[in-house]
């Protein structure tokens, strides 16, 4: 048992490093480059991340040209009052209030989108789908 | 008076001013201004003092178009019509309602809001309600529940006043009333068989009556005016087809068309994501003498902007059924559980047998469901269901078929059709009010209508209101409408018609406030401008 | 009944000759008509105070949340409790130390008397025998409102401790229950003068 464990912990970890990698491989694309920060304080901003993937994957599969992290980050950037300087500098606490500032306009402003029935903000389905690319493993 | 058809010898002619075909809301109103004049009138109603089953069969019609009841489902054929068995839930049409509407077409009235208002007035006793207020500031004193802080740009809450149950029949309350009448008789088991003319076809003479036990006699009458209902009104115009073969007032083929309902179905829920709104001012309440009962719906400058008609969002609140999944026994377990909570923190404490407060067995008697609501203190589900005020549709209509009822008369049928920015107001509208209520912090909304699902679009379960209208409509060009403003049929000198037929469009409400209000207005016309 | 004199000196406990042990039906219909009557006390005392300075529990039709609708002010409810507690205290030891009866006990015409003196009970007693067959457990329920299943959890205590008093009556020959037998006193019909 504690063998199996002790393997199983270990792919756990090796899948982890991996991913950490691939983040910053993204970090090396020649496009708009939102720091690796950007793009994780963005995807841990909501706390179910599991409900959070769940519809992120419906927004990417309806949005597919946006499915990328990097492309999410860089439109919810947009959204945020004093973009990414904003984003950078202020506590998670901040980070929290700018995005549900953005949310409630995108209501105000009919910025909208309707997954399985459910009518989103944009920002926040956008989250969502940000939530769900940083989970894959690709 | 009243006055049994079935006695009247046969062959008879009857003179008479006024010949009105139908005892509903429509002709009871217009017979009721009468009253006291010098000018006698006639009532002809099919039916008797109560409900017959023979009788009601008369007004058997099957749907050819999207799924429809019977057409002897929605109606009642007896004194009273339809009102025998309405909802009671009153508010007059917008000044919106009556405008033409941008990339709409067949919108607009030949009347403005400012023609109707002065019948409205009159019309509140008439249906026994107390208030002629409409607006929403009328409506919400201290203490009594409040509509949801919504923009009123984007959703309004508009107010309804509910008739008691009571008082909701035309027929029982008027019956007296017309009984002692000197110069009205009502005709009861009276058939109009249609409508005949001189030669010109465009002077109506006499009516034809017909009794179920073949009496056949005629009435003769200076002005004759239709109030049978959208259905009835349209078969009358058609069979009346002697001199004119396609029926009178059918010069353009207009008689049956537009026809127009208030759509229904259950289009989407709520999930609060806090603790869940007060939705009391949705359901019916008490506000002094009056019962109220307020809804949702798009807002007339949304309407405007986007090139849409009118969407009511109704709220169905469910406080506490148990879930769907009947086989889920611990989920009902709770829910048993969270009920005894709720009212166990309403009890005195340190009685060994539980009593609520004085306060709170006041509260219950007095408006029990409202309060029912309040001690529960969360609503398990909140669902919305659409009214839809459809684009007027030519093709959607009533026509003649081949088969005839009891007593020869050819019957109808409703080919009943939606238009597409039927389909787009209501997705347009549950986006804004998806949108909306995310923004108010409520919660957010699960569109629960897909428009591509089935044949037709439109779901399985949606039902009209059985709102019958359009179907004679108004319009100052005989190639858009059927009467005039003054409710005469175009191409006729002397006959006229009442009820809602005469609606161009459906509106955003009720109809029978409106019909009542216009029936008031034709009967001023008919006294003052035509039998003057 | 097989008490003879001799029995009857030997035991404190038994009633003394000429009285007799008041029925289980007797003195549970007593108790009903007890607990009604402190009940109607209660609500009318507790209403009379709602009245003049205000409800415990008041319904806003115009709040704008569900929950908001209900409003329970705490304070108000501990002294609701408190003034409920009193009143089921005076309802019964006052009567038990006075007459030897409550009001139900009086209509089934049955007392309550110190085993052994058939005397009524002094304050102390009739205190501890209150506070035995009248839990404050069903007071305490109060505070615990709000607490989900905690006040459902005390009542089920309650409704144990009463059934273990019904019990431990039925069982004896005297119908001493628990709560008698600590409390030391019987229950017995009220005495038929003779003659």
């Known amino acids: ?138 | 008076m009243f006055a049994d058809a079935r006695s009247v010898p046969r062959d008879t002619r009857l003179e008479t001013d006024v010949c009105i075909i139908g005892g509903g809301p429509a002709g009871i109103t217009l017979a009721r201004e009468f009253i006291g004049s010098p000018l006698r009138v006639s009532v002809l109603e099919s039916g008797g003092l109560e409900y017959d089953q023979e009788t009601q069969e008369l007004y058997e019609g099957g749907s050819i178009g999207l799924p429809y009841p019977n057409l002897s489902g929605p109606r009642l054929r007896f004194f009273g019509g339809t009102s025998n068995h309405w909802g009671g839930i009153c508010r007059p049409f917008d000044e919106a309602d009556f405008e033409a509407r941008e990339g709409i077409p067949f919108t607009g009235w030949p009347i403005r809001k400012a023609d109707v208002d002065p019948f409205y007035a009159r019309a509140v006793p008439i249906v026994r309600l107390h208030s002629g207020d409409w607006a929403l500031d009328d409506w919400s004193p201290d203490h009594t529940p409040v509509p949801l802080q919504l923009d009123p740009d984007r959703i309004e809450t508009r107010v309804t006043q509910v008739v008691d149950e009571r008082l909701r029949s035309f027929g029982k309350n008027y019956e007296d009333e017309l009984r002692r009448a000197a110069n009205v008789t009502v005709y009861l088991h009276a058939n109009a068989m249609g409508v005949q003319t001189d030669e010109s076809a465009q002077t109506a003479t006499t009516v034809p009556v017909l009794t179920p036990e073949g009496n056949a006699f005629q009435v003769a009458a200076k002005v004759f005016v239709l109030g049978a209902g959208a259905i009835e009104n349209v078969r009358l115009l058609l069979v009346s087809n002697d001199r004119r073969p396609a029926g009178l007032g059918n010069q353009h083929d207009l008689v049956g068309r537009f026809f127009l309902e208030h759509p229904r179905f259950f289009a989407a829920r709520i999930a609060p994501f806090g603790p869940a709104p007060n939705l009391a001012f949705y359901e019916s309440h008490s506000i002094g003498d009056a019962m109220i009962r307020g809804y949702l719906a798009s807002s007339k400058s949304f309407q405007l902007a986007e090139g849409l008609l009118d969407l009511q969002l109704r709220v169905e609140l469910d406080y506490g059924e148990p879930p769907e999944d009947a086989g889920d026994f611990a989920r009902h377990v709770v829910t048993l559980g969270k009920d005894l909570e709720s009212w166990q923190r309403l009890a005195m404490p340190g009685t060994p047998i539980p009593v609520p407060y004085l306060d709170v067995i006041r509260k219950v008697l007095d408006s029990p469901e409202d309060t029912y609501g309040y001690i529960r203190g969360r609503v398990n589900k909140i669902g919305i269901t659409t009214r839809i005020e459809p684009a007027p549709n030519p093709d959607s209509r009533v026509l003649l078929v081949e088969e005839r009822d009891e007593l020869g008369m050819r019957r109808v049928a409703l080919d009943w059709r939606l238009s597409e920015i039927d389909k787009r107001n209501v997705r347009q509208t549950l986006e804004l009010f998806g949108a909306e209520i995310a923004r108010a912090g409520i919660g957010r909304l699960r569109i629960v209508y897909d428009q591509d699902e089935g044949e037709s679009g439109w779901p399985d379960d949606m039902g009209g209101g059985e709102h019958l209208m359009g179907t004679t409509r108004m319009s100052n060009d005989p190639k858009h409408g059927v009467v005039d403003r003054d409710c005469r049929v175009h191409g006729m000198t002397n006959l006229f018609v009442a009820g809602s037929s005469l609606f161009p469009t459906a509106g955003g409400a009720t109809p029978t406030l409106m019909l009542v209000a216009l029936a008031l207005r034709l009967a001023d016309h008919l006294k003052l401008k035509v039998l003057a | 009944m097989e008490v003879g004199h001799d029995r009857a000196r030997s035991s404190a406990s038994v009633p003394r000759v000429g009285a007799s042990v008041a029925g289980m039906f007797r003195r549970l219909l007593a108790w009903l008509i007890d607990l009604l009557a402190v009940t109607a006390l209660v609500f009318v005392v507790v209403s009379l105070i709602d009245a003049a300075i205000g409800p415990t529990v008041e319904i806003r039709p115009d709040a704008a949340t569900l929950p908001a609708t209900v409003s329970v002010d705490r304070a108000r409810l501990v002294l609701d409790a408190v003034v409920a507690t009193g009143l089921s205290a005076a309802y019964f030891v006052a009567p038990w130390t006075l007459v030897g009866a409550s009001l139900g006990q009086l209509a089934l015409r049955i007392r309550v008397r110190r085993a052994g003196n058939d005397k009524t009970l002094p304050v102390g007693r009739a205190t501890a025998r209150w506070l035995l067959l009248f839990p404050p457990v069903a007071t305490v329920s109060t505070f615990t409102t709000g607490v989900p299943l905690l006040g459902w959890f005390l009542w089920g205590g309650a409704a144990l401790w009463w059934g273990i008093l019904f019990l431990t009556t039925v069982a004896s020959v005297t119908r001493q229950g628990l709560h008698d037998q600590l409390a030391g006193s019987v229950v017995s019909k009220r005495r038929v003068v003779e003659g």
């Not at chain 1, 950007?38 to 993937?53: N, P, T, V, Y």
């Not at chain 1, 419906?58 to 984003?87: D, K, M, T, W």
């Open chain 1, 1 to 138: 048992m504690q063998r199996t464990m002790n393997r199983r912990t270990f792919l756990f970890a090796a899948t982890g490093v991996g991913l950490s990698w691939l983040w910053r491989s993204y970090g090396l694309w020649p496009a708009f480059r939102p720091p690796a920060t950007a793009i994780e304080r963005l995807a841990g901003a909501l706390d179910h991340q599991e409900s959070a993937a769940v519809i992120g994957r419906a927004y990417v599969q309806a949005f597919r040209r946006e499915a990328s992290p990097r492309v999410l980050a860089a439109l919810l950037v947009e959204r945020i009052p004093g973009g990414l300087g904003a984003l950078s500098a202020g506590s998670e606490r901040q980070v929290r209030e700018l995005l549900r500032r953005s949310i409630a306009e995108d209501f105000s402003d009919l910025e909208i989108v309707v997954l399985h029935g459910w009518v989103f903000a944009r920002t926040e389905a956008r989250l969502c789908a940000l939530t769900a690319l940083r989970d894959r493993a690709a």
